[in-house]
T-cell receptor
């Protein structure tokens, strides 16, 4: 069964600290994995996309990693800011077509 | 990435009335659009997939007669919530699908907050 699991479910960190969010998936055949940031009351915005051959990709203070062998991905946020408070969603797409599998998200709260 | 808009961003309606939500892909032609529903602090739940010019494919448990989807053109899809009830109050998000370089991607709209009183 194609599934995407994220951990932790929620996280509270101090401003300026780093954090890492996890995404494990069982989707097969794998096409790509995206991390989205969703602010409250807004639609998701893409942060990074990882294909099978990519191990690491950065977008500013966001760095995503992918281990296609263990089917795990992480999103590392460096020097967190208050504006990083949001829900982070991992979405894995399958090669079978336009099929997308959503994780339940990690709610991140950055406090001053 | 591509830009997807939704209108309205917020709508309040009375129970029993119908509400239409528009989803537009502004700078590309989307052969497929997806409609999601999201409850507070929950992840997105796919309601239906619509392909331009054909009937939408609804996910299990989603009433097609209640949530009417029309995808009449490559840039516009509409979701009509018919005979809305308070339990239909939710955040509705659309996304437009297209091929971006080597992979099939979807681009999300900003969402529509529906409140049924």
């Amino acid at each position: 069964k194609n599934q995407v699991e994220q951990s932790p479910q929620s996280l509270i960190i101090l401003e300026g600290k780093n954090c890492t969010l996890q995404c494990n998936y069982t989707v097969s055949p794998f096409s790509n994995l995206r991390w989205y940031k969703q602010d409250t009351g807004r639609g998701p915005v893409s942060l990074t996309i990882m294909t099978f051959s990519e191990n690491t990709k950065s977008n500013g203070r966001y760095t995503a990693t992918l281990d296609a062998d263990t089917k795990q991905s992480s999103l590392h946020i460096t020097a967190s800011q208050l504006s990083d408070s949001a829900s982070y969603i991992c979405v894995v797409s399958a090669k079978a077509g336009n099929q997308f599998y959503f994780g339940t998200g990690t709610s991140l709260t950055v406090i001053p | 990435g591509a830009v997807v808009s939704q209108h309205p961003s917020r709508v309040i309606c009375k129970s029993g009335t119908s509400v239409k939500i528009e989803c537009r892909s502004l700078d590309f032609q989307a052969t497929t659009m997806f409609w999601y529903r999201q409850f507070p602090k929950k992840s997105l739940m796919l309601m239906a997939t619509s392909n331009e010019g054909s009937k939408a494919t609804y996910e299990q448990g989603v009433e097609k007669d209640k949530f009417l989807i029309n995808h009449a053109s490559l840039t516009l899809s509409t979701l009509t919530v018919t005979s809305a009830h308070p339990e239909d109050s939710s955040f509705y998000i659309c996304s437009a699908g297209g091929t971006d370089r080597f992979s099939y991607e979807q681009y999300f709209g900003p969402g529509t907050r529906l409140t049924v009183t």
